[in-house]
């Protein structure tokens, strides 16, 4: 009995097992980054951006266009290179209370990935459909395209490689083979992008209008509901976890 005490009250003093700290500033993090993004749009969208050809459109968004591209390639292998070589080589090993732990650092990484396919897949892919019914494109790197194209679709996939990449290195639920509901909620809203250049080709050849309920646009929507294979992550999470807390709820 005297050991149990004291093996709780162990337990008490360590850190608590959900960093709410991390999971409010990842949050955070991109609304405050995707509300300077649209107030950038706001601003210079109209401004600068109507007519490709004019100096203005060079400076504040073909600029804007390689920056992005450049700093999320550093940031995609940055980030997943860093949590493959920290990685745990003797996962299998580890105690409940640390798998327990790095459970919910995982739910923190899901909830960045969801919030993140939010802006990317539904809110700056209807903003783009709007925008291209009210203006007539010229080219196809709009200042909507740059914004939803390629910087916030880059975003979530960097966000979502790493919270599989995370899975993968650092929980036994993972660590074995590869999850098929991760891989699918992952690899899905990826493929988004790659169908970017099939929507171009279609708009430069056969001018379509900017309707989602276009046949063009139905690789959006297939790849995007892919997204939804998350629940079944949620779902390995839920039994993992309980599996791990069954002495207390019993």
């Known amino acids: 009995m005297a050991a149990t005490t004291e093996s709780v009250k162990a ?3 360590e850190a608590p097992l959900l960093n709410q700290k991390n999971l409010w500033a990842g949050i955070s993090l ?6 300077f993004i649209r107030w950038y749009e706001g601003v210079y969208g109209w401004s600068a951006g109507l007519d490709s050809f004019a100096p203005e459109f060079e400076t ?9 591209i450049v700093i999320e390639v550093l940031l995609f292998a940055g980030i997943n290179g860093y949590i493959w070589k920290t990685r745990d080589r003797k ?3 580890i105690t409940p ?15 960045c990935y969801g919030w993140a396919i939010y802006w990317g897949a539904s809110y700056f892919t209807e903003q783009d459909g709007t925008w291209h019914q009210t203006i007539v494109r010229d080219t196809d790197f709009t200042p909507s395209h740059i914004i939803e194209f390629y910087l916030s ?11 599989f990449m ?10 074995e083979g590869l999850h098929l509901m991760y891989l699918i909620a992952v690899i899905g809203p990826f493929m988004i992008l790659p169908n970017v250049g099939l929507n171009e080709w279609g708009h430069t050849f056969w001018f379509m209008e900017e309707l989602f309920v276009a046949p063009l646009h139905y690789g959006f929507v297939f790849f995007g509901w892919a997204a939804l294979a ?11 976890i309980a599996k791990l807390l069954k002495k207390d709820l019993a």
């Open 97 to 111: 209370r640390e798998e327990l732990r790095r459970h919910f650092t995982h739910w923190t990484w899901l909830v």
């Open 60 to 68: 504040y968004w073909m600029n804007m266009l390689y920056i992005e």
């Open 30 to 35: 991109y609304l405050v980054f995707y509300s």
């Open 166 to 175: 995370y899975a993968k290195t650092r929980l036994p639920t993972y660590h």
């Open 91 to 93: 996962v299998m090993s």
């Open 11 to 13: 337990d008490a003093a």
């Open 153 to 163: 679709y880059p975003i979530y996939i960097i966000t979502g490689s790493a919270s």
């Open 230 to 240: 998350v629940m079944g992550v949620v779902n390995t999470e839920v039994m993992a």
